[in-house]
């Protein structure tokens, strides 16, 4: 089969937004307790968390990660988490039916998320709460002195205010599973009334708004286009969650996933658009696909985890190789829509359907997952300019949409590096062909491939590796390669500015 990619320096998608590569961590499971937070782990530093976990983090180049919820959120009260910790109430989690210690709190981690690198996506309970507790979170968080809000703040350690820029108004209030779960309208109104009283305290806010919890919910597009009625002047962003699972136990149809994932971004895309010529606005609404992954491993033991403990093992899918195929396609994906897609958060970080998982006391303590790699490479390497490239590549027939059997997509990053990142859906080799126009290539920088293991084998024993692509030639302004059947391909070409 062959493959053809026709990359032109001129045909500009958009300038990447580093935030595409963000993440996410809940209070769900072992995602904060025994994966950030554990004081008596052995590589615990002065503040508890594990630095195993923050240089893992850290390999991923994460800019931004949403925080608390996630379905946790609906029902957090953030007070519980802040002031000594030896007050600080345990309490129930409806979400996830387990106990609540709150040793973990903003402070916690915005110290954490300092550490990493990244900044925060704070999101604000409008399932049980509202305008109230969100207000007096952005005063607590953002405002300098000389309030109770802020002084208190300061009492709890930070002097200065954490100026947290991007915030989440609830999450997936569209879900029945919600706690709190509201009407589109009910919605919409509530995040007009809370998104004015939160940037009456700071103008300068991002602020994201529920969009659909996935492509496929059956109040899709009516809830986007309702809730845009009463906030489409409030909000910056509108978020897209979407989880893929092999419930055609069918490799050509999971693989095909990305191609729904591909339309949803667009339709929503389209709603945004269509609200605001009704409202005759200059205003563009873009996205931020705050939860994307592959989600379907851990339900069957998850159902059996018996209420109300502190960190159960609750969705800790193992990946497979065939998962990392589509984690990598799903981000190519992200690349494609980079006009649109501003936010885009892997949900979540760690233990919890994560790339990153620990070993609470196993060697080793800290363990990459298949899909790890794809995403290591899209959050360092996706990064610049993302160019419309042209494929020209057959396909095949899934249920509902045609695929192609390559999935492609290149960026151009300002250290003059081209990055072309493929996938190969098909089980057989492809000769994969790419002519570079408008750029002065200068040579092959590096390629890899992660490629040749069984699509059912997870990582737990770290044999997992990228490998070179050995099959690689530079000619003039043509690149050719050979690429594995089923594989993540990553070719890095030098290009003269
Ligand atoms: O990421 C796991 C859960 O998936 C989140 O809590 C929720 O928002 C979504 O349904």
Redesign the pocket.
Known sequence: MKSKLTVDRDQVISKIDPRMWGS?T?H?GRSIYEGIYQPDHPTADEDGFRKDVINAVKKLNVPLIRYP????VSAYNWEDGIGPKDQRPTKLDL?WRSKETNQFGIHEFMKWAKKVGSEPDMAVNLGTRGIDAARNLIEYCNFPKGTYWSDLRRKNGAEKPFNIKVWSLG??MD?P?QIGHKTAYEYGRLAHETAKAMRLIDPDIELIACGS?SHQINTFGTWEETLLDQAYDDVDYLSL?Q?YDDSDHDLGEFLGKSVDFDHFITDVANICDAVKARRHSKKQINLSID?WNV?YHSKAADDKQAPWQVAPHL?EDHYNFMDALLVGSLAITLMKHADRVKIGCL??LIN??APIMTNTNGDPSVWYQSIFYPFMQASNFGRGIALAAKSDVPTYQAKDYEVPYTDSVATYDENGILTMFIVNKSKEKVDFESTLQNFDVQGLDKATQFCGYDLMKTNEDQSMKLESMNQVTVSDNKISAELQPLSWNVIRVKVKD
């Open positions: 996410f809940e769900l919820g996630g379905n946790f979400a999450n997936e879900g599973w919890s969650h989880y939860e989600w969705l949900a979540q919890v359907i």
